[in-house]
Nanobody, 128 residues
Framework: QVQLVESGGGLVQPGGSLRLSCTAS????????VGWFRQAPGKEREGVSC????????YYADSVKGRFTITRDNAENTVYLQMNSLKPEDTEVYYC?????????????????????WGQGTQVTVRS
């Protein structure tokens, strides 16, 4: 059974850092692309960052480039999102997802669907 479990969210001041974790079970995390997504009420879902299989290619949304870093630990079957220089506009629920089909980071971040595999989400709040 495929399962994704996120952790690491919380409350942080502007300029601070958080590291999100997404631990997978039921499939090897390095075999398919996996990514982080966020969606605020009334806004479109945004592919924040994704990491591809095999070569570990990455994709970042323009809004987080230079601030966020996605990595993968194959031994732990976990994908991490290191978030630095956080801004109030980064406040959202962050979800980890995969479709067990795409290998490209870009393809997953741009083409994920509601019917794919999602974690339960973790809240990130950035405020003074």
């Amino acid at each position: 059974q495929v399962q994704l479990v996120e952790s690491g969210g919380g409350l942080v001041q502007p300029g601070g850092s958080l590291r999100l974790s997404c631990t997978a079970s039921g499939f090897p995390l390095d075999y398919y692309a996996v990514g982080w997504f966020r969606q605020a009420p009334g806004k479109e879902r945004e592919g924040v960052s994704c990491i591809g299989s095999s070569d570990g290619s990455t994709y970042y949304a323009d809004s987080v480039k230079g601030r966020f870093t996605i990595t993968r630990d194959n031994a732990e079957n976990t994908v991490y999102l290191q978030m630095n220089s956080l801004k109030p506009e980064d406040t959202e629920v962050y979800y980890c997802a995969t479709d067990l089909a795409k290998y490209s980071a870009y393809d997953l971040c741009k083409g994920v669907n509601e019917d794919d595999y999602w974690g339960q989400g973790t809240q990130v709040t950035v405020r003074s």
